[in-house]
């Protein structure tokens, strides 16, 4: 009895210790190579001190190592460096820093980075506002597809921040944002497309964003949806209906499994809100 719970213990102190050795190496091997200069493990050994993993959490040594990596031209190291500027995370608080560090990172033509720059520079929270950089960097990155900067991009060409007043560039960056399942860019395409706003009027297409949206859960939508219907025919509602439903599976990739179910709920949803609506014209 005594030699089976020897073995036991012998073998819990195996299993137990082997993933901790484990990383110990890799820690090892992270630290050797990120003291030669590596700027990728500077910034893996960066992110074992930010989230403890093998390793004690310490948000100063990570600061030590993402900053060695950034200076190295490292993008997510710089993407993280002007986070922690920001929060005062590691270091003290400083959005001068922290400005530097994502400019870096968005000059490298990073998306997201991009966005975030023209966040800082449109809210003013961090640094003066200055709308002309922010639709700089909202531009830079609109165009790299990013669905939030093509929404903000919409709207302040429609109201003129930082450039000329252009419904028609609102437009265009608003359906490209709505396209991509941006619901509140759907809820305003429709009402663009309801008011002739920077596109031709086009009540069907109003109709067909807003339901959309609609199916997102996007409030006002149904008030949108209300307003087009007393502008339409029973065939001309079940037809929009119809291609609102095929939009929706196109923008958020519905598996062809499961088309099916979804479309019955689709049914159920409109049929539900074709109950409480008033008869069209």
Sequence with gaps: MAKRMTFSLFFLMVITSAPLFAGDKYYEHMLDAASNGDAEAQYNL??????????????????????????????????????????????????????EWFSKAAEQGNADMQYRLGAMYYDGKVIPRDYGEAMKWFKKSAEKDHVKAQYVLAKMYVKGQGTQQNFEEAAKWCEKSAEKGHVDAQHNLGIMYGKGTGVTRDYEKAYIWFSVAFMEGKKGARKGMAIIESKMTQDELDLAQEKATELHEKIYKTPSEEKEEAR????????????????PK
Excluded: C, Y
Aim: charge should be positive; glycine fraction near 10%.
């Design 46 to 99: 960066g992110m074992i001190f930010k989230k403890g993993d093998g390793q004690p959490r310490n948000s100063v040594e990570a600061f030590k190592w993402f900053k060695k990596a950034a200076e190295q031209g490292h993008l997510e190291a710089q993407q993280v460096l002007g986070m922690m500027f920001t929060k005062g995370e590691g270091v003290s608080q400083n959005p001068q820093e922290a400005l």
């Design 264 to 279: 019955k709920k689709a049914a159920a949803l409109w049929e539900e809100h074709n109950k409480n609506r008033k008869p």
